[in-house]
T-cell receptor
Framework: NAGVMQNPRHLVRRRGQEARLRCSPM?????VYWYRQLPEEGLKFMVY????????ESGMPKERFSAEFPKEGPSILRIQQVVRGDSAAYFC?????????????FGPGTRLTVL | GQQLNQSPQSMFIQEGEDVSMNCTSS?????WLWYKQDPGEGPVLLIA?????ELTSNGRLTAQFGITRKDSFLNISASIPSDVGIYFC????????????FGGGTRLMVKP
């Protein structure tokens, strides 16, 4: 009974490169959420997706960041032309289909370091 | 946007002591959640609260959903070394989407 899977666990990029973070939700879950955590802070919501749809991207920076959750395969958070300020832990959570408010289960995170 | 103020920011206690931490919000939430995060890992759900006034226990943990829906507390009784970690409260407003709003965390250190 695998939980939420994220890879890579650690990612190092130089300024200007692209970062791709992957998230496989728990089996049977069709809702995916991405959060960002800076050191010594709580998690901040970025985007909420269902299969092939972005439901809420109110926490996503307007430029360089994009997310998708295709019909097949994992959800992808993509950061183009990374800058030092993008260094953070990025967490994915998933919840089952159904009424709003279902419990979100978190993955282990991807720690992005931008040199 | 909504903000959650969590206190204390850190606690250093003796093994066996009880612990209390709380969260307050500038606006109401329909659901309150408490998570624990260990170093290098994602948050793990401890307790979920769905009704104002609700008091829920999970082993040595007890949490309450405030009557005003703007606050919640978490108590840990008889702390043990493995309680060490960062505890986060999170609020959810179901009718505004499923996003969670997190507090800043309480770092708990337990002295054996």
């Amino acid at each position: 009974n695998a939980g939420v899977m994220q890879n890579p666990r650690h990612l190092v990029r130089r300024r200007g490169q692209e970062a791709r973070l992957r998230c496989s939700p728990m089996k049977g879950h069709s809702h995916v959420y991405w959060y960002r955590q800076l050191p010594e802070e709580g998690l901040k919501f970025m985007v909420y997706l269902q299969k092939e749809n972005i439901i809420d991207e109110s926490g996503m920076p307007k430029e360089r960041f994009s997310a998708e959750f295709p019909k097949e395969g994992p959800s992808i958070l993509r950061i183009q032309q990374v800058v030092r300020g993008d260094s953070a832990a990025y967490f994915c959570a998933s919840s089952p289909p159904g009424l709003a408010g279902d419990t979100q289960y978190f993955g282990p995170g991807t720690r992005l370091t931008v040199l | 946007g909504q903000q959650l103020n969590q206190s204390p920011q850190s606690m250093f206690i003796q093994e066996g002591e009880d612990v209390s931490m709380n969260c307050t919000s500038s606006s109401i939430f329909n659901t309150w959640l408490w998570y624990k995060q260990d170093p290098g890992e994602g948050p793990v759900l401890l307790i979920a609260l769905y009704k104002a006034g609700e008091l829920t226990s999970n082993g040595r943990l007890t949490a309450q959903f405030g009557i005003t829906r703007k606050d919640s507390f978490l108590n840990i009784s008889a702390s043990i070394p493995s309680d060490v970690g960062i505890y986060f409260c999170a609020g959810q407003l179901n009718n505004a989407g499923n996003m969670l709003t997190f507090g800043g965390g309480t770092r708990l250190m337990v002295k054996p």
